[in-house]
């Protein structure tokens, strides 16, 4: 069984910055792209960033410039730095791990919150 696990969400002021790490049970060589998702209330999830396994990345054009997404693949783990946040940014941060066999297959993690306020 896959685990994702997050952490690193939290309360911060507009301007501020933020990492999270999500943190896999297995190797993520497995997974052919990881990413991170938000969901704010009353909104459908939407891709924030994503990393492939061969490291090339792809942003949000609302996050482009302000977030940058990583990968430590002897740690397992993937983070998400998070820089002159914006209370838009407020939302549910998930992980994703995508594999690609037959079929595409997702894990997810339980999510962390990120509040972005003054």
């Known amino acids: 069984q896959v685990q994702l696990v997050e952490s690193g969400g939290g309360l911060v002021q507009p301007g501020g910055s933020l990492r999270l790490s999500c943190a896999a049970s297995t190797s993520i060589f497995s997974f052919y792209t990881m990413g991170w998702y938000r969901q704010a209330p009353g909104k459908q999830r939407e891709l924030v960033a994503s990393i492939t396994s061969g490291g090339s990345t792809n942003y949000a054009d609302s996050v482009k410039g302000r977030f940058t997404i990583s990968r430590d693949n002897a740690k397992n783990a993937v983070y998400l730095q998070m820089n002159s946040l914006k209370p838009e940014d407020t939302a549910v941060y998930y992980c994703?791990?995508?594999?690609?066999?037959?079929?595409?297959?997702?894990?997810w993690g339980q999510g962390t919150q990120v509040t972005v306020s003054s």
């Open positions: 994703n791990g995508r594999e690609i066999r037959l079929s595409i297959v997702d894990y």
